[in-house]
């Protein structure tokens, strides 16, 4: 038979399913993802630490799990909502089932939700703290756990997911560049498409001192993706705002649009039920060209949009914005050799039409030289 489970949101809307993945009980903050595909990407991704993720694709775990494609070195997801899970894996680089790898790391899911009333929930309503649980409890008294729970407004997650201590990920071939990769939770993906392009990568724990940063002498400094709410994000915005003042060319993907935008002076805030998925559509307002791209952010830069504002670090403009709801995706800096995008040019699973942003980060360090 099979084990019943509960998801209970704070509002008190409640759905009940099967147990997906460990038995247990888990807290976190309600998203959902349209991606249709890149369940073990997102899973390991470590920006959704302390997210229950609802994948609005019903069927999940068609190819089971392989050795090749984690993010990161583990499962990062709070809890796992799912609306038809597959009963066999079924492809030739498969090395287990999806719900063997769940319970082999503890993770507690849900099978058997109607994801699509979930999400339509979500999205009126906005994200919200949840839990998930399969230990015969009460829903009411899940509810009162749940209303105790720490909110995603506040978090600061990064010291969680940060390396505890530098490593380098080599060049492919010949060494170009030299950058520090300030680790707020990264995805391996990056530093690869990197590598592709003749730069060593070295990556850094978000504590690092910004005087260390600087000693290092390198071509360039990147800040990653993360969890968490950026507003909390003092340290890496010092970095940040060292790497400007020395002119050090400077790249931020995600958390690290949303770091830079903070050294510039600008705010962050929280979106309602926020953007995740690989199809969305951002344009870049210099050329006019609008890319597909993977996302997966709950809070964004509040920039001016038009008019390049005047900030410590001379003028800086929004350089992207996304077509469904006007929210900034880019920042670019006229006068300092630094720009970031809210979205994941390194998008795996994803489109890859962003992927000539990594260009832009080499033709900065060129500039440089
Ligand atoms: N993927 C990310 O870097 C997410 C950044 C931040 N935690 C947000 O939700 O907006």
Redesign the pocket.
Known sequence: MKTPALLVLEDGRTFRGEAFGAIGETFGEAVFTTGMTGYQETLT?P??HRQIVTMTAPHIGNTGVNGEDDESAKIWVAGYVVRDPARISSNWRATGSLDDRLKAEGVVGIAGVDTRALTRHLRERGAMRAAVSSTGEDAADVLAKVRTSPS?TGAD?VGDVTTPEPYVVNAEGPTRFKIAAVD??IKRNTPRRMAARGIEVHVLPATTPPEELLKRQLDGVFF???????ATADGPVALARAALGAQLPTFG??????VLGRALGFG?Y??VY?HRGINQPVIDKNTGKVEITA??????VDAPRGKAADTEFGRAEVSHVCLNDDVVEGLTCLDTPAFSV?Y?PEAAAGPHDADYLFDRFVDLMKGKN
Do not use: E
């Not at 990653?224 to 950026?230: A, E, F, L, R």
């Not at 993907?253 to 949303?258: P, R, T």
């Not at 996302?295 to 964004?300: D, I, L, M, R, S």
């Open positions: 991704d920006s959704y995603m997650l707020l939770g990653s993706n993360g969890p968490g709410d950026p993907i995600c958390f690290g649009n949303q962050t929280k979106l926020g996302h997966n952010h709950g809070f964004a809210q994941h």
